[in-house]
């Protein structure tokens, strides 16, 4: 019983196996089933297309036909009108536009041409000229989307009375027009342009015959393909040829064009590091491109590109590849077939500017190519650096005019070569010029230092730098003789020890020192003075001028009622009335101190010391004063 409960059990529902099986099994039949029901709709609405395209190419051929025996000129006017599109319209409609039958739009194609060969399968193959020619009429239907269906093509043969036509005056141009793959082309309108031409329509041969009405003498025609779309190998439109001279009753044979779609070659620029380029890096570069077919001497045109990607239309269409600037990589290039009409697109490795720079400056750390014109920022690394090896530097950079920056040990963003011209590929090596530093007339003692300003941040001073001057550079060996420093804005001074040591001289007369790059830099080591500003201050006896006077300390001033004579003793700032302000210039020493006497001196032999002032390389400008008599 036990047993017989289990297996009651396990047959009384489904398992969830069982379950997800089924409606695995399920899923898919119904995706079959939905497929084929999808096909059949497709396979339904393409056959109403073709039925209602065979309709509308059946109601041309009855229109033409009804047409041509109206009237005995009426096939003459047919023949002359050559390839018509949409010529009869449906119900509302008008001429030249799609017919729309249930929603769908048509392309109705109609091409007309005498057959007048008694010999060979067309005209353009040769045969002799028959007395009465027949018209061939063919119309083509299309309808957008198509995919894969072909067109709907019929034509028909229809024969004028023996008395209308085509005259024995008459002659014919027959054309042979094919594609890049030499297969003919079908309705391609081609032209005889000349006293009495005419125009006419490829037939599926890709043969193309035109009736013409010449002189009696003869006449000559030019005959070209009329269809703009297409272009000839070496990129003509509507390429032509000349009959000669041809009589009445004569058939030209000749004419025989290769024409195609042209195509278009997309060319994207790309960096061989992966690093995006932008249009302006780029425009004006020039890139190679060759085509395996080609008209003339080479298959390799020379192309300026516009931005990273360009756009290069109206090309042949054969096997196209590309590389940057003339020369072929040594790798070789990738090619790629271009069909009619399509447009493809070609990868091109963008060849960067490579550079080696000699001779840097001593201990440098760092060089930047930045765009010639552009005020760099070293420390915030615009631009492009270079790779430093010793005294040697390696560059890859965009194409372009650059100037040149290196940084180092004590310095940063010390010009270099400027309006540096980099082309693509490896360019001329650049040798850093020698800039040198020498100063002249430095006090003896101490020691010397350069503190550059870009490096330190300091762009301004008045005296020694001290704590700020951490990274200045010694240049003891300026003194005198000239000693290499890289190219920039320094601050020279002169300590008892160190760079932030106490200040021994500040050359206030040439600080700071613009060391121009590649030049021999001579300075000489010299002090601003000091300018003593005093006014003369009394109330009465305005007849009276007065001078500024100053002397080395202790010496004595005797007044007179003279002008005092400035010597090498004694220096003398101009003459003034009561209660005006002089001036006076205290040379600094450039090492140690001077002390000057200042006295004011009064036309009335009356003089008054004004004040004692200590000066030194480094000390500040003194306040004005006032004289009291």
């Known amino acids: 019983m036990s047993w017989l409960r289990s297996r009651t059990d396990r047959e009384s529902g489904f398992t969830l196996i069982e379950m997800v099986v089924a409606i695995v099994v399920l899923g898919a039949v119904s995706i079959a089933v939905i497929g084929v029901i999808m096909s059949a709709q497709a396979q339904g609405v ?31 006017t047919i023949a002359n009108q050559g390839l018509v599109v949409n010529a009869n319209p449906l119900a509302g409609g008008s001429a030249g536009q799609p017919l729309v039958v249930d929603g769908t739009s048509y392309r109705v194609e109609r091409s007309a041409g005498w057959n007048i060969t008694g010999t060979g399968s067309s005209a353009c193959e ?13 119309v083509r239907v299309t309808w957008p989307n198509m995919g894969s ?54 037939d599926a041969s890709g043969c193309a015959v035109v009736k013409v009405t010449p002189a ?16 000839d190998l070496s990129g003509a439109t509507n390429p032509s040829k000349t009959t000669g001279l041809l009589k009445p009753g004569q058939i030209y044979t000749g004419a025989s064009f290769t024409v195609a779609l042209p195509g278009t070659v997309r060319v994207t620029l790309v960096r061989s590091d992966g690093q995006p380029l932008a249009d302006s890096d780029v425009a004006g570069s020039q890139v190679s491109l060759v085509a395996a077919e080609f008209s003339g001497a080479s298959g390799v045109t020379t192309k300026t590109v516009t931005g990273v990607t360009s756009t290069f239309p109206n090309l042949w269409p054969t096997t196209y590849g590309a590389y940057f600037g003339s020369v072929p990589p040594a ?33 440098a750390t760092k060089v930047l190519a930045v765009p010639a014109g552009t005020a760099p920022t070293c420390a915030a690394g615009v631009g492009t650096s270079g790779t430093v090896s010793g005294s040697k530097a ?14 180092g040990t004590g310095y940063e963003c010390s010009p270099g070569p400027v309006a540096v011209s980099l082309g693509a590929g490896a360019n001329d090596g650049v040798t850093w010029g020698t800039t040198t530093l020498r100063l002249d007339s430095v006090p003896t003692g101490g020691s010397l230092w350069a503190l550059n300003s870009a490096k330190s941040g300091v762009t301004s001073l008045a005296t020694c730098p001290g704590s700020a001057g951490s990274s200045a550079v010694s240049i003891d060996g300026a003194r005198s003789s000239a000693m290499e420093l890289p190219a920039g804005t320094w601050f020279v001074y002169q300590t008892s020890g160190s760079a932030t040591a106490a200040c021994s001289s500040y050359p206030t007369g040439i600080n700071p020192v613009v060391v121009a790059y590649d030049t021999d830099n001579t300075r000489s080591w010299s002090v601003a003075p000091v300018t003593v500003t005093y006014a003369g201050n009394w109330s009465n006896n305005a007849s009276y001028t007065w001078y500024l006077v100053a002397v080395p300390y202790s010496t004595p001033v005797t007044c007179s009622n003279n002008a005092p004579t400035a010597t090498a003793s004694m220096q003398v700032a101009g003459s003034a009335s009561r209660n005006s302000s002089l001036s006076l210039s205290l040379a600094r020493p450039s090492t140690g101190s001077t002390t000057y006497t200042l006295w004011g001196w009064r036309s009335d032999k009356k003089c008054t010391l004004a004040s004692t002032v200590a000066v030194t390389s480094t000390s500040p400008q003194p306040s004005a004063g006032t004289f009291q008599w």
């Not at 009696?216 to 272009?231: L, Q």
């Open 394 to 407: 390696t560059f890859q950079v965009l194409p372009g005019l650059y100037d040149l920056y290196v940084s």
């Open 216 to 231: 009696a003498a003869g006449t000559t025609y030019n005959v070209s393909v009329a269809d703009a779309n297409y272009r």
């Open 126 to 138: 040769g045969g002799s000229l028959v007395k009465y020619p027949t018209l061939a009429v063919r």
């Open 331 to 363: 790798g070789g290039y990738t090619a790629q077939l271009l069909t009619p009409g399509a447009t493809i697109t070609l990868q091109v490795v963008f060849e960067m500017a490579t550079l080696l720079a000699t001779d840097l400056p001593p201990d």
């Open 46 to 76: 393409s056959n109403r297309n073709r039925i209602a395209a065979s309709n509308l190419a059946a109601r041309e051929l009855d229109i033409v036909r009804a047409e041509f025996s109206r009237t005995s000129t009426a096939p003459v």
């Open 149 to 202: 269906v072909k067109p709907v093509e019929t034509s028909a043969m229809l024969t004028p009375d023996k008395d209308t036509g085509v005259s024995e005056t008459d002659s014919f141009v027959a054309a042979k027009v094919q594609n890049q793959a030499a297969q003919p082309l079908s309705g391609i309108a081609v032209q005889a342009t000349g006293a009495g031409g005419g125009t006419g329509v490829t």
